[in-house]
Every structure is written in C-alpha cells, then in structure tokens.
C-alpha cells in the first residue's frame, strides 16, 4: 500500500489516519506544494487532478480524499469502524459527504485569507467565517445528542472526517461561537493516541 501526498494536507491526513486506524502497514510519498510536483506526467497518469492524496493499493490506483477512506475502511474495516447496515452507514456517509460539499465550501475563502494570509476582499472573508460558523453550529447540535461520537457509542469512519474539520475550525485564528458539544467532542478525539499525529497545522 502506497499514500502520496504531504502530511500537511487535511485530506492526505483523512487517509493516513484512516490507515493507522485500519492497522494497515503502507508507505507514504511527499508529494505536493513544497515537495514532489503532482503535474508531471507520471503522477497525473496516476491522479489527473494533480491533487493530493493518490492511494495506490497493488494494482488499484484511486483519488478523491473521502472515497479513498470509504474504500478503504469497506476493504479493511470491521463493522464497528464502517457499519453494513443499510442505514447506520448512510447515517454516516451523510456526515462524511456534508464535509465534502458543504463544510468544505463554507471555509474556502476564510481559511486560506485568515489561517495562511492570501489577500482577499474582507466582506467575502467575514461571509465565508459566518457560513463556516453556521456550518458548525448545525455539526454542533447533532454532536450534543449523537453520543459520544458522530455515530453512537463507537469510533468511525465518520469521526475521522469530522475531528479533523473541528480541528481546522479551531485552529483558524478568526471569530468563533462558543459550541460546547463540539469542543468536548474535539477534546474527546484528542485523547485517541492515533489523532495526534494529525492534530497538525493546516495547508490547504
Ligand atoms: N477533493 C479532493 C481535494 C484534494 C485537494 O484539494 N488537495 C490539495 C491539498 S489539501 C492539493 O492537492 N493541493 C495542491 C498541492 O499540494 O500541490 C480530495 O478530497 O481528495
């Protein structure tokens, strides 16, 4: 097993963390902004996007951060990890494809103006960390019922997906509400020893 792409990435962090979780032995590859450049020919062969993460399992190539983590707990995990049944796993699945769409959309232009200071026009800036805050207020209540992970009793794949996407809410030096569920559950992930290798700062 093979992950390419840089650490400093949240979404080649989903993978590496979902692979640590899995007990999956693989090798990882720097690649990406400050290392190896994903527009070459070979990598593109790989990953058309030139983006980061690229999994390579034998002769299975696949990209796109929270398909690779599907594929991967549906390859290699146990059912408490990412449930069969029908509908615990969609319960799920909906969390992990909000932060696909909708979360990651809330924070595109806040996070790289205000966490990595790229010039942008502040009232699209104050915009994007009102919807972020929106986003996470509404993450925030179904957190304050949900148990105490995203799904119930149990550790998922889904929680994978969301400590992370808290962890960059957090980090962002930027105006937030206090939400008391979802501080509690960040703090909770951060007692799982396999987190904190990827409790790291944020590059988009
Ligand atoms: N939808 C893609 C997005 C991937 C993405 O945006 N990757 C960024 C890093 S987080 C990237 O490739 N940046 C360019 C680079 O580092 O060269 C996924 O989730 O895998």
Not at 118 to 124: E, H, R, Y
Not at 157 to 162: I, P
Request: glycine share 4%.
């Amino acid at each position: 097993m093979k992950l390419l792409g840089r650490l400093s990435s949240i979404n080649v962090r989903k993978v590496a963390w979902t692979l640590d979780e899995l007990g999956i032995a693989y090798a990882r590859e720097d690649w990406g902004t400050g290392f190896r450049d994903p527009r070459t020919p070979d990598y593109l062969a790989l990953n058309p996007n030139a983006q980061i993460p690229t999994l390579i399992d034998g002769d299975f190539t696949l990209w796109e951060s929270n398909t690779i983590i599907r594929y991967l707990a549906n390859a290699y995990g146990d059912d408490a990890f990412f449930p069969a049944d029908p509908r615990r796993r969609a319960r799920l699945e909906q969390w992990i494809d909000w932060q696909a769409t909708d979360l990651n959309s809330a924070w595109r232009v806040a996070f790289p103006a205000l966490a990595r200071g790229q010039i942008a026009d502040p009232n699209a800036v104050a915009a994007s960390v009102s919807t972020w805050n929106e986003k996470i207020a509404l993450l925030d209540a179904h957190l304050a019922t949900s148990g105490p992970y995203l799904c119930g009793e149990t550790f998922t794949l889904g929680d994978v997906v969301t400590a992370l996407s808290l962890h960059r809410w957090l980090c962002t030096p930027m105006t937030r509400p206090k939400l008391v569920a979802a501080e509690s559950y960040y703090a909770r992930m951060r007692e799982r020893a396999t987190f904190l290798p990827y409790a790291l700062p944020d590059v988009p």
